[in-house]
């Protein structure tokens, strides 16, 4: 067992955070985490693109003493996990925020084939990326329905069937898009959102389609368009270009809200029409 040493001054608080972070981390980890937190730290030089290694000592001390001062440092002060995680999250927010708000006039330049819910010419545009396997998804799709369906009417919900959970998703987002093309989109996006996730085989499927009055023939044959798919397969590529981390995800006249925060979504309704009306 090997002790912190004594009778010197102990390490201090970001050298130990950056310590810390730094020799557990597997390489493409330290490329991302620890540029931003612990390579400030330590006061080193930002890293090239090659795999990063662990030091063998920091400041003179061994790596054995230094990842015992940090274990005493952490039981002393636990709460700095918390800090960390907090402040890393943070970061992860601001700069998915960015990139989703910076991609908003490419996602509504290619949204044309998109389906949408609500009045077509509605002053707010909501542009949701869903999956048929998220459970929060499905939990949001009452929500989203309500806003379309608003005295109002000011509110149209472009929805990017972005299939990222695998094939059963993506099989799912097919379907839909196939029923877009007799123009029960609505109806069947909502059906699949009601069935359970991973269920979506082909024929589970059809009996969903069944259930919303498709033409099966027309349905199957549009599902095997591979137009249809293509477009399918860009909405998941338009998740990654806008840097997107999970679904829901929502974008509001161009703001971004990532997952299903109720209250932060209408807030943000609520602040656009006040714009809106201005």
Known sequence: KIAPPVGREGPSRPLVIAVLLWFPMAPHARLSFVHGVALLALGAAACSGGEVKAPDSVGGLEKAQVEAI???YLLREPEILFE?????QRNQLATQTLAAEGAWEKLLATSKDDPYIGRKDAPI??????DY???VCKAAVPWVMAQVDDRRSDIKVIVKESAVRGEDSRRAAIAAMAAHQQGKYRDMHVALMKAP?????????E??????GLDIARWKKDMADANLIKRVDRSVEEFDMAGLQGTPSFLINGRFV????????????EATRQQIRS
Do not use: R, W
């Open 70 to 72: 940090v274990k005493e």
């Open 84 to 88: 960390m995680q907090t402040a890393f």
């Open 125 to 130: 545009t909501i542009v949701e990326f869903s």
């Open 133 to 135: 396997d998220c459970g």
């Open 197 to 205: 996730a991973n269920a979506y085989t082909p024929a589970n499927l």
């Open 207 to 212: 009996m969903i389609a069944q259930s919303v």
């Open 258 to 269: 990532g997952g299903f925060g109720q209250e932060e979504l209408e807030s943000l309704i």
